[in-house]
């Protein structure tokens, strides 16, 4: 639980920084490229812990094996397969 909630915080906290260093830039295009890189990215990784924070702190006492299989097609086959397309989008070849 440490290392999971030490890694989410520090996650937390660069893209904190990434959006208070956005907003300091001037021109709103350039915001709006930022922004929409920075999004693209912020949702894969709140896909990705959504997941692992649902998985260990749903309660022991309910069977949920339903819930379960859908949690772990999201963490195990959507977030990697997402997370190169992202990035191949941004890719100027690839455009």
Avoid: D
Avoid at 54 to 83: A, D, F, R
């Amino acid at each position: 639980i440490i290392l999971g909630t030490g890694s989410f915080l520090l996650v937390i906290l660069s893209y904190c920084l990434i959006i208070i260093t956005i907003l300091k830039i001037q021109g709103s295009a350039g915001k709006w490229k930022a922004f929409s890189t920075c999004s693209s990215y912020l949702a894969i990784v709140g896909l990705f812990y959504s997941t692992i924070i649902y998985t260990y702190t749903q309660p022991t006492s309910t069977p949920l094996e339903k819930k379960n299989k859908t949690v772990s097609i999201i963490y195990t086959l959507v977030t990697p397969t997402l997370n190169p397309l992202i990035y191949s989008l941004h890719n100027k070849v690839i455009k």
